[in-house]
């Protein structure tokens, strides 16, 4: 298990009893370098959408737990938010919620000269994603050929 995994995997250990307590859903945890800082960036919901007071409640709760721990090497910035619109389908949950449901899809090589697809989500396992599209064609894709998958939204 790399570093990244390790403090991802040991957040979400402290985290899910904090967001169980406030009813929110613990969405993702990430640890990721960007600009040259280390960011810990976790992402919480709940039914009618997180609050800014939301936000900073766990973050609170979780900052006080890191600091007494101290498990992370490198100097970090902590961030809790809502995963938004464009929220990624990365969990089993995340998949069953959105069946049915259109979904954007973007791979990382391109297949029949495109990168970007966008369907209803028929099927799904542990190997491949399965769109329907509007004229009724289905479209299998490999999951590890796929950079991001998240419901589509229009403006």
Request: proline share 2%.
């Amino acid at each position: 298990m790399s570093k990244r995994e390790n403090y991802e995997k040991r957040t979400e250990a402290i985290l899910q009893p904090i967001v169980d307590s406030m009813n929110f859903e613990l969405v993702d945890v990430e640890y990721v370098k960007e600009a040259g800082y280390w960011y810990l960036r976790v992402y919480i919901d709940k039914e009618g959408g997180i609050a800014v007071d939301d936000c900073e409640a766990v973050s609170r709760q979780l900052g006080e737990i890191l600091d007494k721990d101290d498990f992370i090497d490198d100097a970090y910035i902590l961030e809790v938010s809502s995963p938004g619109l464009g929220r990624p389908l990365k969990k089993e949950k995340d998949f069953v919620r959105s069946m049915g449901e259109e979904v954007e899809v973007r791979t990382y090589r391109a297949i029949d000269r495109q990168k970007e697809f966008t369907g209803i989500l028929k099927e799904y396992d542990k190997e491949s994603v399965t769109l329907e599209f509007e004229d009724g064609t289905d479209m299998k894709i490999a999951r590890t050929d796929i950079a991001l998958i998240r419901l589509a939204f229009d403006f």
